[in-house]
């Protein structure tokens, strides 16, 4: 008889916590939709000569829109709610006002919050977002061979892009002035190369530069060549003169395989 007593009550329970779950959720959507709430996939995390912050920029897979959060986040921050790539961010995102041309995807922003990772379809559908076949085609300009800028007086329609380039393709490498340092050579698929560009991307350029010192670049492009995809996320520098030209510089904001990656690149260690 106890049984027969208590099943019902574990049923109206169990109901009861389904019920106030769904509300729980339907009030957060709708807090969402009504106070301008956009949730973001981050696909560019990126490393600056100050360590205390961190450059981020993500994808809304409802919009395709990509949102760089200004200012940039406190690295403590970003550690403390272990945002990475592939973290999912929610906030109240505004557009700055009379951006410059590579400020083009900037947002102020209120309310952030982290809601943990993505899903590896999910992160692949936020890169595929903002994917063009070519450097050219993305940052809609004619290149000369070797150039690695876009010129100050170039019309900028999107400052930071997502390329897929073939895993045989690109290749770590030392620096051609400092032994120390590494950059980066890959060739889009309209078979431009690109050789020396800086390596932004705050997780992969630590950990190679750890594995360079070790000797162990051939190691680390073995991998990235042995992987099925590799997709980078290229942005374009503030106005920088390095005393020949004055433009905004391609770097690579991010770097990708599929379907295999280094856990430690995405995690603090």
């Known amino acids: 008889m ?13 109901l009861l916590v389904c019920i106030i779950s769904v509300i729980i959720v339907y009030l957060f959507i709708n807090s969402m939709n009504s106070t301008g709430m956009q949730k973001i996939i981050i696909t560019d995390f990126t490393r ?26 406190n690295a403590s921050f970003c550690k403390s709610l272990n945002i990475v790539p592939g973290a999912i961010l929610t906030g109240e995102f ?15 922003y209120k309310n952030l919050a982290c809601m943990g990772a993505c899903t590896s379809s999910e992160f692949k559908q936020a890169l595929h977002a903002g994917l063009f076949d ?14 690695k800028h876009v010129p100050i007086s170039h019309a900028i329609g999107k400052s930071i892009i997502t390329i897929k380039v073939q895993p045989d393709k690109i290749g770590i490498v030392e620096d051609a002035y ?41 190691t680390l492009n073995d991998f990235i060549s042995s992987q099925s995809e590799v997709y980078l996320r290229l942005g374009l520098s503030k106005p920088w003169d390095n005393g020949k030209t004055n433009g905004y510089w391609i770097q690579v904001n991010g770097l990708y395989t599929f379907p295999e990656y280094h856990h430690e690149i995405r995690s603090y260690r």
Do not use: W
Request: hydrophobic content about 40%.
């Open 178 to 218: 400092n032994q120390k340092k590494i950059k980066i050579n890959f060739v889009d698929n309209s078979g431009r190369a690109f050789k020396y560009i800086s390596i932004t991307d705050l997780g992969f350029h630590g950990f190679a530069e750890s594995v360079h010192m070790s000797k162990g670049l051939k």
């Open 2 to 14: 106890a049984v027969k007593i208590i099943f019902p009550e574990v049923l109206v329970v169990l």
């Open 134 to 147: 070519t450097v050219e085609n993305g940052f809609q300009i004619a290149l000369a061979d070797n150039q």
């Open 94 to 108: 505004t557009p700055v006002q009379n951006p410059t041309a590579s400020q083009k995807e900037d947002m102020s």
């Open 48 to 73: 600056f000569s100050n360590p205390k912050i961190v450059g981020t920029a993500g994808i809304d897979l409802t919009t395709g829109q990509c949102i760089r959060p200004m200012p940039y986040l």
